[in-house]
DNA sequence: TTCAGAAATGAAAGCGTTGTCAATATTTAT
DNA sequence: ATAAATATTGACAACGCTTTCATTTCTGAA
């Protein structure tokens, strides 16, 4: 246990307490604010504490006051472009309420998803036994178009020892708190754009149809077109993927039919870019020839050329609420009611008229 | 303290003790298999522990073992792309070694350069209160050119606590341990590609001046230029920020001039992008009619169209070899050696021989 | 049966804080 | 000067765990 030689053996209170002729009680009450103390012995404790750099052990604190200002974040690859707004929401939040945050990426390297539900598992573990205040969950298992029983009572069993809340995701059940976008409406607000700048022929891209953020996206767009009265085709309606390389597959395949869409909703971003990245090999223009939206509204979609149109899903509101709710969780101990937030659709560069019919 | 209602009362080893008939240090025997328990007894405490699906506290395990198994990362914003490759070597090679990750946000809303120190300060505190086990400074103050005195004390003073590591950065003082790429052999890499192709008119945009990474590029830009005899230029040579935004604002500024640059070398990927955005949007072709090379190699830089000629900082490994250099301080308490790892240089589509004089 | 040695267990100290409660020092009022 | 306040302070238990050291229980050999 000991690590020998540089360190500096850590001074604690005792040592102030003692170097400075009180009890440990006055010296807490100095640090704290806690209780009044004569000047003269403040001053005298507070030299001492900046003369050591004396710090507070925070792990002796937390176990006696039961709390540790601590979050916990699980997520599911930070690398994604869509988490940092959601955090910086969260973390705007959280901060000014005293919180840290704890973040958990449960990425796994090579890509399989049944490691990372294990490390989602883990996580959750490590979380309670560091004793965090409260825990954010978002995507990954709780993304699953129908989750697994385990999961879910996994979840539900965590939810009754510790604040916990979940972002987007679909874990409905369980009277769990949770905040999220409504993903419908956005995909709504998307193809009814297309649809207003005269479009008929739309096709919908990306995602996974065992992921309820696909599925929503795609009732979205389903909706949307019937509600105009148009058709739509088996075969203009592909998942398989979410990154830019999948983009310009989907795009690839739409490429091999004589018939092709004037539009194309995409099912996030990067999936618009591998699109648009296909329709330039191609010789395709966008937006005169071809109109794409896109979702998600990633910092990234401002900087392709042309300019994505695309939904946001006001990642940073979401964190702000998320934290909000947490904050409500454990300072009230009450099972929050949850938020839906309400998307935005963000008009760019890749969408316009329909090219002209000869 | 109390938090009322629904929580769950914790049960401790003493609850699984009593109801075993058996001491707490035979649990904790049990839990942790530090010595031999009767098989008998030992099925018995299991049983309770599965049953009251108990967790331990990790901070009365932290406290009295003196090592929380947690490593303080701070970094200046998470939301820059240039990170996360990085966060994924240290976070493989942690997590292997039984860590697992504080991660602390310094980056300041209202961009700040000042309050982000502050948040660096804080969070240095922060981390050291909690007692993680290491900690891992990226970029922010230590990436200044010149860094102040206060700011070096500080950090230094923090490694004489707890082992303390530096990526990148320049706080080359105080015999603070580092893992750094070498941006002047990078920036090198890049100017030769270009120069190899034929270019003679380069220019360097982007960065800033007071930060050692621009400052390092430049130098490497420089040195290149030099020993190929070619002349630079001080109206070629512009610093002004690391975003999209400053490189479409350099590529403008370019454009006043009659006489233009065949090739540019960005301080960064982002940069290099906006230079792409503002050559498109005033009809000049790159490759063909301007070569771009970028830095960093975001996962962007192969999205864009076309895809960025970059150089990589390797910072997977970088972060690989940090946490190994880490743990071995953890573990062994020493001053480990600095590291230098070697950049790579990554051809792709934006670069081409000059076009040839009419 | 008895005893040495091994195996299994328990009691209690400590890790570094905070908070309670009782004790002491300092004022203020009489 | 003295009693009755009030203002400061200290001793100690508690937080939940691990580990040391001593004790008890068991094993097999004499």
């Known amino acids: 246990m000991d690590k020998g030689g540089t360190a500096i053996k850590p001074v604690t209170v005792y040592d102030i ?7 440990v009680a006055t010296v807490s009450r100095v640090i704290n604010n ?36 601590m979050i916990g974040v699980i997520l599911p690859d930070i690398t994604n472009p ?17 919180y ?33 205040d409260g825990i954010v969950m978002i995507g990954g298992r709780i993304n699953l178009a129908k989750p697994s029983k385990e999961s879910i009572c996994e979840v539900v069993e965590a939810s009754k020892r510790v604040p916990l809340l979940l972002i987007n995701g679909n874990l409905t059940g369980g009277g769990i708190t949770r905040v999220y976008a409504d993903e419908l409406e956005g995909a709504e607000l998307a193809t009814q754009h297309l649809i207003e700048l005269g479009h008929e022929h739309i096709a919908f891209v990306g995602g996974y149809k065992h992921m309820s953020n696909t599925i929503q996206r795609i009732k979205g767009y389903l ?3 019937e509600r105009s009265g148009l058709q739509t085709r088996k075969e203009w309606i592909m998942d398989g993927g979410f990154s830019v390389a999948s983009g310009t597959a989907f795009m690839n395949r739409l490429l091999e039919h004589s018939e092709r869409p004037t539009a194309i909703f995409c099912a996030n971003d990067l999936v618009a870019i591998g699109v648009m990245k296909a329709a330039h090999k191609a010789g395709i223009r966008v937006p005169e020839e071809l109109s794409l939206v896109g979702f998600d509204d990633i910092p990234y979609a401002s900087n392709s050329i042309p300019e994505l149109t695309t939904v946001s899903l006001k990642c940073y509101d979401v964190g702000r609420y998320a934290a909000e709710q947490l904050h409500h969780m454990i300072t009230k101990n009450k099972f929050s009611r949850s938020i839906k937030v309400r998307p935005e659709l963000i008009v760019r560069e890749s969408t ?5 019919r000869m």
């Open 100 to 132: 840290t945050f704890f973040l958990c990426d449960t990425v796994s390297t090579n890509g399989d998803s049944a490691e990372q539900y294990v490390r989602e598992s883990q996580y959750l573990s490590i979380l309670m036994e560091k004793q965090v």
């Open 34 to 69: 806690t209780a009044p103390v004569k000047q003269s012995t403040r001053e005298r404790v507070m030299e001492l504490i900046v003369k050591h750099q004396f710090q507070p052990n925070a792990l002796a604190r937390s176990l006696y006051k039961k709390e540790t200002g």
């Open 223 to 225: 909706k949307a077109m």
């Open 352 to 356: 316009a008229r329909p090219p002209s």
């Open 82 to 98: 869509f988490f940092p707004a959601l955090l910086a929401g969260l973390d705007q939040e959280a901060r000014s309420k005293g």
């Open 17 to 23: 307490a003692r170097e400075a002729n009180v009890s």
